[in-house]
């Protein structure tokens, strides 16, 4: 069954407004990438977390990753429409990928 | 460089067809996997290839079936379609190992009558 939990599952925001989705694992992940999927595209990789507590940063994205390795954010700065879609986590457990249920994301202008 | 390309785009069976999905990959990655796409589910792997001449079943493998023809081809089989088949199922393909990033195909939307 599903491993890797995500919330929340749509989110709307002003234009502006900071954005932040959580994913949760029940099992301790070796590492997580996150991906972004426009509406009508295909999921893009925006970044993988490997180090327990690592932050990383690309421009107005930061991404975290818990200390006991099983959860993980990503937070969007001032967001902008180019933001909208799909953001998804996948958590590697063994050798399998567990992606997150995703969080949509829609941004109003 | 097309990356990751997977035919075709849309198909409509009707149930107990079957059909294979294509995917090839000219990036000269080791690894590739099929997943499906459910609103509300995320993606769920189906199956995966480590390598060329290896596949192992993933998360939801029932119904389907795999053959990684050489190290650029990947397709996906099924052999008598369901309504509850009806998704939109993406290839990827990795370079090598679980550290590397995931290149995704734009999909074959499939619809099950």
């Known amino acids: 069954g599903q491993q890797v939990m995500q919330i929340p599952q749509y989110q709307h925001v002003q234009e502006g407004e900071d954005f932040t989705t959580y994913c949760n694992s029940s099992t301790t992940l070796s590492n997580i990438q996150w991906y972004k999927q426009r509406p009508g595209g295909h999921p893009v990789f925006l970044i993988q977390l490997v180090k327990s507590g690592e932050v990383k940063k690309q421009k107005r994205l930061t991404f975290q990753f818990g200390e006991a390795k099983k959860n993980s954010s990503l937070h969007i700065t001032a967001t902008q429409t180019t933001d909208v879609g799909t953001y998804f986590c996948?958590?590697?457990?063994?050798?399998?990928?567990?992606f997150g249920t995703g969080t949509s994301l829609t941004v109003i202008p | 460089n097309a990356g990751v390309t997977q035919t075709p785009k849309f198909q409509v069976l009707k149930t107990g067809q079957s059909m294979t999905l294509q995917c090839a990959q000219d990036m000269n990655h080791n690894s590739m996997y099929w997943y499906r796409q459910d609103p509300g589910m995320g993606l769920r792997l189906i199956y995966y290839s480590a390598s060329e001449g290896t596949t192992d079943k993933g998360e939801v493998p029932n119904g389907y079936n795999v053959s990684r023809l050489n190290k650029r081809e990947f397709s996906l089989r099924l052999e008598s379609a369901a309504p509850s088949q009806t998704s939109v199922y993406f290839c990827a393909s990795e370079l090598a190992g679980t550290n590397q990033p995931q290149h995704f195909g734009d999909g074959t939307r499939l619809s099950i009558l």
């Open positions: 996948a958590g590697l457990n063994g050798n399998q990928f567990y």
